[in-house]
């Protein structure tokens, strides 16, 4: 059966606080660990009341400290944010402490509007272009200290020296991302939760264009998506009126922690807003377990994924902790 993997945003819900969904998610990841999931990934999100993800970096410490078995790692580190350099020893830093259980994912877009981004790249040089190539080719150069004699960085090296860094995904929604990310030998994940390019094309572009790394000798394809469970149709169908309303208000440009599904239920949706909501439920699979992994595995096939890797925006902490348990145990071998 195909691994489970977890992406968790932080989700910060009406009434709760940003330090409470953080220890939220410290509590999901040993659940997580426990039910067999092989990978646990945190968001970077910036200056957005509903997400507390915003410093991957250090959650993957956290988490790392407080389970065993799964990878964890970035889903993504948002290079256009970040120094090369400091990405390096941060990630160095944390594989020296946890060796062969830390990921660096990649992501190409700055994860948040753009006065956030202005703050926080503003001391860096900004520029409008793309220039994540630039960057991430910088982050290799320093590991493998390929930058020609009388550089200014050839003599630069990310400490600590000794360590490797971890395997490098690239995160994207696009075919272009799909490309690039086979072209530079990273594996992949695909934001189908968010994406409008259909997955299984992607997934066959970053097959057809990948080329063995010292990261990665052959492809990783992980599909990313969106999926509420519970033990019936019904309750899951509850739990996503919360997702339906966060979809319309991020459409508006409103900006604002998860509501409850009886606020969501009482909420005067206008036609167009439940347009939106009727687009958002083709990237999102709720249910009972049965009924939701029939929707995923003809995706799941479709794409030929590797690994599937799941996203939950639910209201309440306990009902999305029962979730993860009830996804696991419908994709059980």
Known sequence: MIPLSVLDLSPVSDGMTGAQALHNTLDLARLCDRLGYVRYWVAEHHNMPAIASSAPDVMIGQIAAVTQNMRIGSGGVMLPNHAPLMVAERFKTLEALFPNRID???????????????????????????????RFQELML????????????HNVRAMPAEVPLPPIYLLGSSDYSARLAGQIGAAFAFAHHFATFPAEEAMRIYRDSFRPSVSH?????????QAMVADTDEEAERLALTFDLNAVRRAKGEYAPLSSPEDAAAYDYTPIDRSRVAQGRNRISVGSPATVRAKLTPLIEATKADELMVTSMIYDHTARKRSYELLAQAFKA
Not at 108 to 118: E, F, L, N, V
Not at 217 to 225: D, M, Y
């Open 142 to 153: 320093l590991e493998t200290r390929g930058f020609p004699a009388g550089h200014p960085f």
């Open 104 to 134: 660096l994912g990649l992501g190409r877009a700055p994860g948040t509007d753009p006065a956030t981004s202005y703050a926080l790249r503003r001391r860096q040089g900004i520029t409008e272009e793309d220039d994540f190539l630039e």
């Open 217 to 225: 000798k052959v492809p990783l394809a992980i599909l990313g998506t």
